[in-house]
């Protein structure tokens, strides 16, 4: 199994400015998911981190919005650019431990943009 | 491209019936199949998942769900609910060949009442 933590739990930010949320992994993974949950609806994949190499990005994301660092096989930040009220969503991080065959996934970060 | 179908997007129930909430799902290629439990303000815990062998899946909390490939069905089952029970659930998918790529079903709000 994997345990992780993601910073802040929950925000409430201003139009236009950027926020950053970081994700911690109890153990080494060599992938790291970004997933956003929009107010009632379901989980949307928004990219692929890999250690040591630029994020893969899913159809209708971009990095100029979502920039994604990689640092180290245990940490990666997501950050939400130039927010507008159509941001405001809980994100979450995702890692898949080799063999497990299953997704494990943080608490989220809600995030309300006024 | 794969898709899912949460039929329900919300499910009363009084407590100590019995649950089914239904998931079916759209794909080209074979897939693993899961469910996961969001408690309020909490991430994705895993229920249970489908990989191969026997199409009863027997999960956490008393749960269970039953592959129907000829239906492209995966139900979750529960026979005798509790108020804990309470909580959002989400059906997914990944692909066999491309397992770290998940896609979920809108969610099905179950609302077990005393």
């Known amino acids: 199994s994997a345990v992780i933590s993601q910073k802040p739990s929950r925000d409430i930010c201003q139009r236009g400015t950027s926020l950053t949320i970081q994700c911690q992994v109890d153990s080494q993974v060599t992938m790291m998911f970004w997933y956003r949950q929009q107010p009632g609806q379901s989980l949307t994949l928004i990219a692929t981190a890999n250690q040591g190499s630029e994020a893969t990005y899913e159809s209708g994301f971009v990095i100029d919005k979502f920039p994604i660092s990689r640092p180290n096989l245990t940490f990666s930040t997501l950050t939400v650019s130039n927010m507008s009220p159509e941001d405001s969503s809980i994100y979450l991080c995702?890692?898949?431990?080799?063999?497990?065959?299953?997704?494990?996934f943080g608490p989220g970060t809600r995030l309300t943009v006024l | 491209a794969q898709s899912v179908t949460q039929l329900d997007s919300q499910v009363p129930v009084f407590e100590e019936a019995p649950v089914e909430l239904r998931c079916n799902y759209s794909s080209s290629v074979s897939v693993y199949l899961f469910w996961y439990v969001q408690y309020p303000n909490q991430g994705l815990q895993l229920l249970l998942k489908y990989l191969s062998g026997s199409t009863l899946v027997k999960g956490i909390n008393g749960f269970e769900a039953e592959f129907n490939k000829s239906q492209t069905s995966f139900h979750l089952r529960k026979p005798s609910v509790h108020i804990s029970d309470t909580a959002e659930y989400f059906c997914a998918v990944s692909e066999l060949y491309n397992f770290n790529k998940f896609y979920f079903g809108s969610g099905t709000k179950l609302n077990v009442k005393p």
């Open positions: 995702s890692v898949g431990p080799p063999m497990t065959n299953e997704q494990f």
